[in-house]
């Protein structure tokens, strides 16, 4: 089996973590290819290895399996290096909440052994995809949990005229607005008092940012909707993010969002239980009553 493992520099307590995971790797035989920028910083920690290296998403599509080692932000990024390929990938845990890199350290050895027996599932997840007159993001024009428009340089709010498959439906006075996935319901979406959604729920959700008009208020529709947008503000430039990737745009781009035609497989092993996952990251439930 080929591993391709995703990582970027971690603290000096994650180091023997690390070590362990390779000896595994190295005892099961498996074929192992590291991000390249990864594999640079575990050889200044000393940390060497035989291992081959990736830098590209062609390089990495001949793994079997994807392993993101680090927090929510690197399993998004490793996404973005995955693509079309449809490769499974699994979270380890190395950060701080780990919604979606869900499996914890001291569960890495057993998660190696589940794949090697066969014995986990793969959830689909709905990426997000950015259509516009320009490049925005070097060709990697999809997400997993959000889009965002975002006003710039200025403390005025901005007007971000929606519409769903060309139809009006509003005109959102706000410091911004998110279209988020089911997956990127937990987060920013979330914070802004979207909804929570399950993520086979083949729904986007539209989500003002801080809106001056207290009733709008974020709304759920269908996936298979293409949501454009047309902006307006005192600023010439606004920003846009994808997951964690931003760009400042001028006022007069052409803005729109759809489902992508391939999807994320995320790796649930054993025990897995995305309720269960709700209530343990979000708290849900804690009260000094009970």
Not at 14 to 43: M, R, T, Y
Not at 141 to 154: Q, S, V
């Amino acid at each position: 089996m080929k591993f391709a493992i995703h990582g970027r520099p971690v603290n000096d307590n994650s180091l023997k973590f690390i070590k362990e995971l390779f000896s595994v790797l190295n005892k099961k035989g498996a074929k192992v290819s590291l991000f390249s920028p990864f594999a640079n910083f575990l050889d200044k920690k000393g940390i060497s290895n035989n291992f081959e290296t990736y830098s590209t998403r062609e390089e990495m599509g001949e793994a079997d399996i994807v392993l993101s080692l680090g927090g929510d932000g690197t399993l998004l990024e490793a996404i973005t290096y995955i693509g079309d390929h449809e490769i499974p990938i699994l979270g380890i845990n190395m950060g701080r909440l780990g919604f979606l890199a869900a499996t914890a350290q001291e569960d890495a050895e057993k998660a190696i052994d589940a794949l090697y027996n066969k014995a986990y599932k793969t959830e689909d997840r709905t990426l997000i995809k950015v259509v516009s007159d320009d490049d925005l993001f070097n060709g990697v024009n999809f997400g997993l949990n959000e889009f965002t428009i975002l006003k710039r340089d200025t403390s005025s709010m901005i007007l971000v005229h929606t519409y769903i498959d060309g139809e009006y439906l509003n005109s959102y006075w706000a410091d911004g607005l998110i279209v988020s996935t089911p997956t990127g319901s937990t987060g920013y979406s979330l914070s802004c008092g979207g909804p929570l959604v399950l993520p086979q729920s083949n729904n986007f959700i539209i989500a003002p940012v801080s809106p001056h008009n207290l009733n709008v208020r974020p709304m759920v529709v269908s996936d298979n909707s293409i949501i454009s947008f047309q902006i307006e503000g005192r600023s010439k430039h606004f920003l846009v993010s994808l997951d964690s990737r931003s760009k400042s745009v001028p006022a007069d781009i052409k803005l729109a969002v759809k489902k992508e035609d391939f999807k994320v497989k995320l790796i649930s092993l054993k025990g897995y239980n995305y309720l269960q996952t709700l209530r343990s990251k979000l708290n849900w439930g804690l009260d000094m009553r009970n």
